[in-house]
């Protein structure tokens, strides 16, 4: 009963050969037009190239640029190691695994997911440099010089922080994937003689492979889009000669150059890892029932439990104490009756963002799914590409083109006479909203696709010979199959827009301000505990998406 | 489809157009920084602002991208330098205003009157008063000398306040001996740079190098947190340049709606009323020379700050990161 391999799908996919198949349909002009609205921003950053600055370029290759492709290198690699690691076993682990404390443990270790980088980054130093509190009683006891400890400023450093707070991509995503494995694959592969590890091996980590490398590319993406969490650490990455160029030489062209490198390489990415993966299909929607989960009992599930709460003390525990302290330094200083405003605003961008963007994913999966051809590869790809770019850049780009828009529709409005302002679009919440949908469509991407992957082709089909029509098949077949992978979506999307920093600043309405934008009013002048009851505020409210997840999923099992 | 188009018409339509009364600033120095001096003004002549702030890159980009179509009528950024591109991308507007001209000295001002500060920075040198005898120290070139190896921190050199430092260094010294200067900053490095001001003070009282150079008004800081901190401030180049003074100040966008309005606006930050509460809210020195600091700045000492136009900061800022990126200081 159970395919993972090629089924009748993946004969259909043998089509696959030229750019599309036959006729451009609707679902060509639908993944089109979700492209578009990223590409439009991307070919103003591309656009860059119209103007040389070989003046930069000459000085960053002299100087920076090979130690800055190593520091890069170095960092892609060891985060991408890192969630992988992390996220797969840990979701292994409460997926399909039971010990002392499991259920906690299985909503907790997203929690993670809700501090920003940026936060996870100061905090991180501020405890453990030279003149953090760990380091400066290490002194008073042991006394200066006598004893070692890691730098917390080196590449060391920035992997740790970035793995702990970017491997919940791959948890979630991993997770979700094991949760909804058919219990008799795994039965069956568990009656062939393999134990825990053997079935996790063989069976359970090849079929939940979409699952990972979603989870992964996410993380790594964001990995190299990241500049707040390397210039906390001083850490010289390929996003510091962006913001070089931008900021020090005054050259958006030299910045949106190199920034469109780093596009071109992560569409690469995406497009190898697609084709790789094309021969294989991983249908799995039997859902016999509750899967056995592997017990661990006595000392081994205690060690386990352990290990757990010694991860997740230093993933979420140790950081949010000290921010709750530090916050409760400024808490007199800091908390106002603003406060509610910010709350509002946070809330409601993460909520319309996490709704538009998780529906525009739908469309794009939906699309490749019934027109699985090159065109649609390449324009689904193009749709996602939002979240590979420094968040400034893409801002840039996206107001460039929102005030090109605005100002056409002033000359419109001008010419019947009516001298209108000219920001219609910019500067209120509908081009921020868009901004969102193009920055996170690659978030909203991974859940849903590799939901829409685990349902075989023949059940909304066999739905359609009984007379269903489309609707009902998307509201009684596809919807209630996807209710994991969309709830993931909008969660990722919702935490990731409140913590966003770059498009919020730049296109906000007048007085629409986050806690985004109060963490970085504060920490931009290195005022950290100010800081910490806006970065506190953020992660409680993130709180409060992930339990919703985690009560939905616990309810489908 | 029809419909929307309309309905959208109608909404553009119907959209407040704002009044000649209120003020729209682009800020890149921070809102608890401004707002309460924005607050007064409203209070005392009913003329409303309103403001976004962001980095000064990004709203320079905005600025540029909407052209004629701009809400904005002041940009106001930290950095001589950020104003001074401001200027040369053509956004911003000469200003001709006897009451400016005579609250900003001409050395804090564009010499095109595009921009004018309105607050000092002084960028001094700390020093830990435990390990380091003040007659030590003498001025930025000596933190150089191979005496301070292993004892020095420094914030990156991505950070634009050491490039304008840098940048006035080549004025007065040319490119080559700074740049031995530079290579002599980092080769008595005790750590790698730090990312930030309060974090390399820090490290100084924590022992781990025994001198620094930081703005002021960040040492103002962590001496409030902590009053028995065991750092002072010193006073370099006394007998030559002067301290590294830079500014945040503003100017009148190209493309003003309210243009009048907001040289109002800028007139009264510049008055002696307004000085003293917008310097004192960042510990930093007021532009106005007829504004006396406030106390806590004033207890630090005062100093003779570097005269040459601050200007000079931005024109050459490319040319100090340069240096400073082949110098090996990150």
Redesign the interface.
């Known amino acids: 009963m159970h395919d993972i391999t090629p089924n009748a799908s993946a004969l259909r996919s043998g089509k696959r050969t030229g750019l599309f198949t036959g006729q451009l349909n609707k679902w060509h002009y639908a993944s089109g037009a979700m492209a578009l609205l990223v590409a439009v921003p991307l070919l103003v950053v591309f656009s860059g190239w119209l103007q040389p600055s070989t003046d930069i370029w000459s000085?960053l290759a002299?100087?920076?640029l090979s130690q800055l492709f190593i520091n890069t290198i170095k960092l892609v690699i060891g985060v991408g190691l890192g969630v992988m690691l992390l996220g797969v076993s840990l979701a292994w682990l409460t997926a399909r695994c039971d010990f002392p404390g499991r259920r906690l443990f299985d909503w907790m270790l997203m929690l993670p997911l809700a501090i920003p980088a940026y936060v996870m980054a100061f905090v991180a130093?501020g405890l453990l440099?030279?003149?953090g509190p760990v380091?400066?009683a290490l002194?008073d006891w042991l006394g200066?010089g006598n004893f070692w400890f890691p730098r917390i400023?080196s590449t060391g450093g920035v992997i740790f922080v970035m793995v702990l707070v970017l491997y919940p991509y791959v948890y979630m995503l991993a997770r979700t994937a094991f949760l909804t494995q058919g219990r008799s694959t795994l039965e069956a592969a568990q009656t062939l003689g393999y134990g825990p590890l053997g079935v996790f091996w063989h069976v359970a980590l090849p079929m939940a492979r979409p699952a990972i490398v979603a989870g992964t590319s996410l993380a790594l993406m964001e990995t190299l889009a990241d500049f707040g969490t390397v210039?906390?650490?001083?850490y010289?990455t390929f996003t510091?000669a962006i913001?070089?160029a931008?900021?020090?030489?005054?050259s958006?062209q030299a910045a949106s150059q190199l920034a469109s490198l780093l596009l071109l390489f992560v569409f690469l990415s995406l497009m190898t890892e697609r084709l790789t993966r094309k021969r294989s299909d991983y249908h799995d929607t039997m859902r016999s029932g509750q899967t056995p989960r592997f017990r661990f009992q006595g000392w081994r599930g205690w060690s386990i439990t352990a290990l757990l709460g010694l991860f997740f003390s230093l993933a979420f525990l140790l950081p949010f104490i000290q921010l709750c302290l530090w916050a409760f330094e400024a808490v007199s200083k800091e908390l106002d009756a603003r406060y509610l405003g910010l709350l509002y605003h946070t809330l409601v961008l993460g909520l319309l963002a996490a709704l538009v963007t998780t529906a525009g994913a739908l469309v794009i999966g939906f699309a490749r799914r019934y027109q699985p051809d090159r065109l649609t590869s390449i324009t689904a790809t193009t749709a996602t590409l939002g979240y590979a770019l420094p968040g400034?850049v893409l801002?840039?780009g996206i107001?460039?083109v929102v005030?090109?828009v605005?100002?056409l529709?002033?000359t419109l409005?001008a010419s019947l006479g009516?001298?209108?302002?000219?920001?219609?679009l910019?500067?209120s919440v509908f081009a921020l909203v868009l901004a969102y949908v193009i920055r996170f469509m690659a978030v909203a991407h991974g859940p849903v696709e590799t939901g829409l992957s685990r349902i075989k082709h023949s059940l909304p089909e066999a739905a359609r010979t009984l007379g269903a029509t489309p609707p009902h098949v998307l509201t009684k077949i596809y919807l209630p199959l996807l209710r994991p992978g969309l709830f993931t979506a909008m969660l990722l999307v919702m935490v990731d827009t409140m913590k966003e920093m770059?498009a919020t600043?730049?296109m906000?309405p007048?007085?629409w301000?986050t806690l985004a934008?109060r963490i970085y009013?504060m920490t931009?002048?290195?005022?950290?505990?100010r800081a910490a009851l806006p970065a506190i505020t953020l992660v409680l409210v993130g709180l409060l998406p992930v339990i919703l997840l985690v009560r939905k999923t616990l309810q489908d099992r | 489809m029809k419909k929307t188009i309309i309905a959208?018409?109608c909404?553009?339509?119907s959209?407040p157009?704002?009044a000649t009364d209120t003020v729209?600033v682009y800020s890149a120095r921070?809102?608890?920084l401004i707002k309460p001096l924005f607050d007064a003004y409203t209070e005392k002549t009913g003329v409303q602002i309103?403001?976004?702030?962001?980095?000064?890159?990004?709203?320079l980009?905005?600025l540029k991208?909407?052209?004629?179509?701009?809400?904005a009528d002041i940009l106001m950024t930290v950095d001589a330098g950020n104003l001074w591109?401001a200027a040369?991308?053509g956004v911003l507007s000469q200003v001709e205003s006897e009451v400016l001209n005579k609250n900003v000295p001409a050395h804090l001002r564009d010499p095109d009157n595009q921009w004018f500060g309105l607050s000092i920075r002084a960028r001094t040198i700390v020093y830990s008063t435990d390990r380091v005898n003040p007659e030590e120290l003498t001025t930025y070139e000596d933190l150089a000398d191979p005496k301070w190896k292993g004892r020095l921190c420094l914030r990156?050199s991505?950070k634009?306040y050491n490039?304008s430092l840098v940048a006035m260094m080549i004025t007065r010294h040319g490119e080559e001996k700074t740049r031995q200067i530079i290579e002599g900053w980092v080769a008595n490095l005790a750590?790698?740079?730090?990312?930030?001001?309060?974090?390399t003070m820090?490290?100084i009282?924590?022992?781990?190098c025994d001198a620094g150079i930081v703005n002021t008004y960040?040492f103002g800081?962590l001496q409030q947190?902590d009053p028995d901190v065991k750092l002072a401030l010193f006073w370099p180049n006394q007998d030559s340049t002067g301290v590294h003074v830079n500014i945040s100040g503003a100017g009148i966008t190209k493309n003003a709606k309210n243009r009048d309005a907001a040289i109002k606006l800028l007139e009264w930050l510049s008055s002696e009323e307004a000085q003293q509460k917008f310097a004192a809210l960042n510990m930093e020195y007021p532009v106005n020379p007829a504004v006396a600091p406030d106390a806590v700045v004033s207890a630090w000492g005062n100093f003779k700050g570097d005269d040459l136009n601050v200007a000079q900061a931005g024109k050459l800022?490319?040319q100090a990161?340069?240096l400073m990126?082949?110098a090996g200081y990150?």
């Open positions: 000085h002299e100087t920076l130093i440099d030279f003149s380091q400066t002194r200066a400023r210039a906390t650490f001083n010289d510091t913001y070089k931008w900021f020090g030489f005054f958006l400034s801002a840039v107001m460039i005030t090109q605005d100002s529709i002033h409005l009516n001298p209108a302002t000219g920001q219609i910019s500067g770059p600043l730049l906000r007048f007085g301000d934008v009013e931009s002048e290195g005022e950290w505990e | 959208l018409l909404l553009a339509v959209l157009i704002y729209t921070k809102e608890h309103r403001y976004i702030t962001d980095k000064a890159g990004p709203l980009a905005r991208a909407e052209g004629t179509n701009t809400p591109q040369e991308s990156t991505k634009v490039q750590t790698q740079p730090f990312s930030n001001d309060t974090k820090q490290a009282a924590a022992g781990q960040y800081r947190k800022q490319t990161i340069k990126d082949r990150r």
